[in-house]
């Protein structure tokens, strides 16, 4: 032992730690006392309805005028459709008036003119779901990427002004621009042309004709809804799609269409389950100029049939019909959104 050195009376041997690496650090232990994670998932408590009902009471009562007005208003008046298994009066009522079983259902179904009207409605709505839905897609992508804030403010603003009008007022516009005495036709005839062009009253143009008017009408309120989804993307992936090299095509196709899909499905959705409504007041406002064989749709035949014919039994049978197909397409349609990974409608429980 050399001098100067202390003694303890018994020398321990103490046991040596291996020899560190340049430019490492001693590990440390980083487990804390306490009990050890399991897999298990902790079981939640279970709130029972009264305390529900005690937690979300003044919510409850919020919400007791809109359920009474949906029950009045919505729910009670389905109890007419009875009478679509009727051979109903409205002099005899409900209560007396016999029933027929489903013999308006089977006049439904083998009636010419309402299987024409079914497909008069088809061909509308498969025509406006192509030239109609992707207007406001593009018109959306084009005002969020191309101008300036200012400028999508006051063309959003012009744009969206039509939605407020009446089809009254549309109809009337679009009569005195391509009516047979309308501007069109006045500047033909100013320049020496020989004959007029009366688009609202030929039913060979009556389809581009419809479909221009919902575009005129209603652009403007997709555009809003496009234009809402987007804010929700982040600069954040547009600026990493720069860094990394991606156009504005690029960004388009990468970015912004994949962020609006789901309003994309959810809108077609509710698009196809309002498949078979294709717009009462403005077809029944244009029915007498064109004809019914190009105008007739269900809504319109339904409205005949039993307000003006008064075969209201028939034309509740063809209601309920039109009722069950659109709901069938709703679900059908919310089905195929799970399939391709979207949320629909309603989200798969």
Known sequence: MPPGTPSTGASRAVPSRPALEPGTRPATSSRRPGPRRSGARVPTRRLSWRTKLRRDRSLLVMTVPAIAVLVVFAYVPMLGNVIAWQDYSPYRGFL??????????????????????VENTLTITLFQLVF?????????????????????????????????????????????????????????????????????????????????QAIWKDAGWGIIIFLAALTTVSPELYEASVVDGANRWRRMWHVTLPALRP??????????????????????????????????????????????????????????????????????????????GEAGVYRRA
Do not use: C
Not at 111 to 116: S, Y
Not at 183 to 189: A, C, D, P
């Open 132 to 212: 109609y839905f992707p207007v406001p897609i593009f018109l959306a992508l084009l005002l969020n990427s191309v101008l300036s804030p200012r400028v999508r403010t006051a063309i959003q603003a012009i744009v969206y002004l039509p939605h407020f009008f009446s089809w009254v007022l549309v109809v009337t516009i679009f009569q005195q621009i391509f009516g047979g005495a309308g501007l069109i036709n006045q500047t033909l005839h100013t320049h020496g042309a020989d004959h007029t062009v009366s688009f609202m009253t030929n039913p060979d143009t009556f389809l581009v004709l419809i479909t221009s």
């Open 263 to 340: 309003v994309i499905v959810l809108l077609l959705i509710l698009r196809l389950g309002d498949a078979l409504t294709v717009g009462f007041e403005q077809l029944i406002l244009q029915r007498d100029a064109v004809g019914s064989d190009v105008s007739e749709v269900i809504d319109t035949y339904v409205y005949y049939q039993g307000v003006i014919y008064g075969d209201w039994s028939f034309a509740a049978a063809a209601g309920l019909v039109k009722g069950v197909v659109s709901l069938a397409l709703v679900l059908g349609a919310n089905k195929l959104a799970h399939v391709f």
């Open 96 to 117: 007396n008036s016999p029933f027929v079983g489903w013999a308006n259902f089977e006049r439904v179904f083998t009636n010419p003119a309402f299987l024409h009207a």
